[in-house]
């Protein structure tokens, strides 16, 4: 241990834990389950109504899409959990070779030992509490810390974790930059980070400091494909809401629509059509309709719109910006330069610009110039042209004709690929990221090895050759 770390105020913290790593860990598959049913209970009796209120602070999110988005997939994350903890457990056999005749051989799914779990600001409970379950189900121990940046979601998350956890399990750590760069210097077992590609960099680089394993949950520019044979109404639908859910600030949100020229229009009328459906003729009113999360964020959204506007974007709808509010009014843009900023950075927010193209070649181009996203959406009733998007572009996940649905299926894996993440999470997934899979064999008779110890010989060298065809 060097002088920063003796220094570091988290390293008693740290210490706690890793003191009580094997104890948690031997913990048996029921009890490990007690502790995500005194989660659940947490969650959608004690303390339902004080997340929906935390967040509707820091967002003005409606209590329905904090159910929605907050509440009900950890709870989901929990159940599969309880139902399946059992056999994730369990002595997993695999075949073991004849040339090893004697011999059976299973993996163990252990747990990593001291984890950190770094959640951002957009879903604070969500993806702060979904990986906990993970690392908990999988018997490790966690410091977690949540975002500084919606303070009263971290708040009643430092509260849930008091009531459910021990001090030597789970330990919640408030803060922002700082705290964080001194929780990096420690030799975590594994670190568990969602947020942006580029803050994941800084992760990886300290990570890689203490060898630590990494997933890495990140974002990107995803597209959404919408061809001449996709029900317009249908899908407009799916993506207005995809687009609107927690005013944009979704990392799998529809960042940019890929339309083809023969529907432009039809599409561009029903954005409109759709926005007003689901959020009136003024969204600021409307009541299902949420804020930018602080003002920093709103100003941001604010340069990427007038930049495009500069470059010759045109307002399709919307557009409308109250600085004291931190809100911004859904918004449609068309006639988006290709060195606009706002089609080289994600937008996460309430912005959607539609880009047009006339050849599936040239659509997937456009996907391939950018870097690989942590989603993709198409909209098509022609299997042939589903086939050739999937199979020319690499992502994180697709939905075909629906969006941001598979984060809520828990058997799928969800992460991304290169830029857009590092490692799986949901279900067994986010079970075995969190775990070793510990390579076990046990010799039950004579082995066959003893055929073949030194001294070397002929003979030796006759019997490894025929071992080898065992193999």
Same mark, same amino acid.
């Given at each position: ?94 075949? *073991? ?158 960042? #940019? ?73 859904? *918004? ?26 006339? *050849? ?87 082995? *066959? ?6 001294? #070397? ?15």
């Amino acid at each position: 241990m060097n002088q920063t770390e003796e220094q570091n105020p988290y390293r008693e913290a740290f210490n706690t834990l890793k003191e009580s790593q094997f104890k948690v860990a031997n913990r048996t598959y029921k009890q490990r389950i007690q502790k995500l049913k005194k989660l659940r209970v947490a969650l959608e009796h004690t303390f339902k109504n004080d997340i929906r209120q935390a967040l509707y602070e820091d967002f003005k999110k409606p209590f329905l899409e904090t159910d929605l988005s907050e509440i009900y997939p950890v709870i989901s994350e929990i159940k599969l959990a309880q139902r399946e903890l059992k056999s994730w457990t369990g002595k997993h056999s695999v075949s *073991t070779p004849w040339a090893l005749f004697g011999a059976t051989s299973w993996i163990k799914y252990e747990p990593k030992g001291v984890c950190l779990i770094i959640a951002p600001w957009n879903f604070p409970f969500n993806l702060l509490l979904s990986p906990l379950v993970s690392a908990v189900a999988a018997g490790n121990v966690v410091i977690l810390k949540p975002s500084e940046m919606a303070p009263h979601s971290a708040k009643v998350l430092d509260k849930i974790s008091k009531y459910v956890f021990e001090p030597n399990e789970v330990i919640l750590v408030q803060g922002g930059i700082p705290e964080t760069e001194e929780l990096l210097k420690l030799p975590f077992n594994h670190i568990f980070f969602t947020g942006s590609t580029a803050v994941g960099k800084i992760i990886m680089r300290e990570a890689a400091k203490n060898l630590t394993s990494v997933t890495l949950e990140l974002g990107g520019k995803s597209p959404t494909i919408v061809d001449a044979s996709a029900n317009i109404e249908a899908a407009v639908q799916k993506i207005v809401f995809g687009k609107c859910l927690n005013a944009g600030q979704t990392c799998i949100a529809p960042d #940019y629509l890929l339309v083809h020229d023969k529907v432009k229009d039809r599409v561009i009328d029903q954005l409109k059509k759709t926005i007003k459906q689901f959020y009136s003729e003024n969204p600021e009113t409307a009541v299902s309709f949420s804020r930018i999360v602080n003002q920093k964020h709103l100003e941001r959204l604010e340069k990427l719109l007038q930049n495009a506007l500069s470059l010759g974007a045109t307002v399709e709808c919307g557009g409308l910006i109250n600085k004291q509010q931190n809100y911004m009014e859904p *918004t449609v843009l068309s006639d988006v330069a290709p060195q606009a900023n706002i089609l080289k950075e994600e937008i996460f927010g309430p912005i959607l610009p539609v880009l047009t193209f006339s *050849t599936l070649e040239e659509a997937i181009a456009i996907i391939n110039t950018r870097e690989r996203p942590l989603a993709m959406y198409i909209y098509s009733k022609t299997p042939k042209n589903i086939t050739q998007l999937v199979n020319n572009t690499r992502t994180g996940g697709t939905c075909i004709n629906n969006n941001l649905v598979h984060f809520l299926n828990h058997q799928l894996p969800f992460g991304g690929v290169n830029s857009s993440g590092i490692g799986k999470s949901h279900g067994f997934f986010g079970f075995e990221e969190f775990s070793n899979k510990r390579a076990m064999l046990k010799q039950h008779i004579w082995a *066959t090895t003893k055929l073949i110890y030194p001294p #070397y010989n002929k003979f030796k060298q006759k019997v490894v050759d025929v071992m080898l065809k065992w193999f």
